[in-house]
């Protein structure tokens, strides 16, 4: 469905996008929203939280040479951020029956992609 809109990109770390195809496949091999299921869901969209929000807020001020006041203020912004995200998520984790599971593990596989090729 994404391909099929516009939409922006964030990279992450080859190995957290190996990490969370690979825990999404457990997940899904699993089948149940058990307490391990969602603990194990809770820390991998942190995970992917904490790096979205270090790509949009924190990379244009790096890419922009911002000064350790301006780069101090812009993580205590993002850490607050992810801190109201967290609640947020393990409230609505906490709730999961199976259909729903695997709602939310279809959209993590639906937003992570694999680096393309370079040009030649």
Request: glycine share 6%; net charge negative; charged share 30%.
């Amino acid at each position: 469905m994404l391909k099929q809109q516009s939409h922006i990109v964030a990279p992450i770390a080859d190995e957290l996008r190996t990490r969370a195809l690979y825990t999404v496949r457990e997940l899904k091999d699993r089948g149940e929203a058990d307490k391990q299921t969602v603990d194990q869901l809770y820390e991998l969209i942190v995970e992917l939280t904490e790096s979205g929000l270090d790509f949009f807020f924190l990379e244009p001020l790096r890419r922009l040479n911002a000064g350790s006041v301006m780069m101090g203020v812009a993580r205590v912004g993002t850490g607050s951020m992810l801190k109201g995200s967290k609640m947020v998520v393990h409230k609505v984790l906490k709730k999961l029956d199976a259909q729903s599971l695997g709602a939310i593990l279809d959209f993590i596989e639906e937003i992570i992609h694999e680096p393309e090729a370079p040009a030649l």
